[in-house]
């Protein structure tokens, strides 16, 4: 209210009214709490997608997997962690082969836990198959593709981010991992000095990749 010979401030008689600062604060809620249900409701709808795809992926692998592989849950309950059991391919130091009669026969020893038969983690991501899933030998293998750690990380260009394709499958990474067995890449080495011996001295290289395998390659870590 204005008083009739009181002075007033330049430009207060058209001062708009200010808003009331609970407004301000419950419409800024408002705003935060529509943009969290938003990208809730994004992120279940990518989750839906992703499981859908891995089920259908791993019921497909289980039915008919690829020659030399058998794939298996961690957990039943996550379909994202994978026990991967991959046989080492024939005529590779990754075959098990024992000696009979004088003559060599290559094949998958069935006792003392000796079966050349590789325990392989794979885990995929939640953003799949938009992201790639990881791969690592929980068996220790010599090969110059794969760390020689606890890690046991696996080196496959396939999986690095700028050439992952979200079309690609999780049989063709398998494959793709058992053929750097009878394949090996020194090119794109995680190990140098075994990517050296394998190009310079392939005999000690395949003897020891051989007597790795014996003592290790059980199927089981």
Same mark, same amino acid.
């Given at each position: ?25 419950? %419409?800024?809620?408002? @705003? /935060?709490?529509?943009?969290? $249900?938003?990208?809730?409701?994004? *992120?279940?709808?990518? +989750? ?65 836990? %000796?079966?050349?038969? @590789? /325990?392989?983690?794979?885990? $995929?991501?939640?953003?799949?198959? *938009?992201?790639?899933? +990881? ?69 000690? @290289? ?16």
């Amino acid at each position: 209210m204005y008083v009739i010979g009181r002075s007033y401030p330049a430009g207060s008689r058209d001062k708009k009214p200010t808003r009331d600062i609970p407004d301000i604060l419950f %419409q800024r809620e408002h @705003f /935060l709490l529509a943009r969290l $249900l938003a990208s809730l409701v994004s *992120f279940l709808a990518s +989750t839906m997608g992703s499981l859908k795809r891995i089920s259908k992926e791993l019921a497909e692998l289980t039915e008919s997997p690829p020659a030399g592989i058998t794939v298996q849950l961690v957990d039943e309950a996550d379909v994202y962690k994978w026990k991967v059991f991959m046989k080492g391919p024939q005529d590779t130091p990754y075959q098990v082969q024992c000696t009979f009669s004088g003559h060599y026969i290559s094949q998958f020893i069935k006792v003392a836990g %000796q079966d050349g038969t @590789f /325990l392989v983690n794979l885990t $995929l991501p939640n953003e799949y198959p *938009f992201k790639p899933p +990881t791969v690592s030998f929980a068996t220790k293998i010599y090969h110059p593709n794969v760390s020689n750690d606890d890690k046991g990380s696996m080196c496959l260009g396939m999986l690095k981010s700028d050439e992952w394709k979200p079309s690609s499958r999780i049989a063709a990474v398998l494959e793709f991992a058992r053929q750097l067995l009878v394949e090996p890449m020194p090119d794109d080495a995680v190990e140098g000095r075994i990517a050296e011996q394998y190009q310079n001295d392939r005999k000690r @290289f395949e003897e020891v990749a051989r007597d790795w395998t014996r003592r290790f390659a059980k199927g089981e870590k």
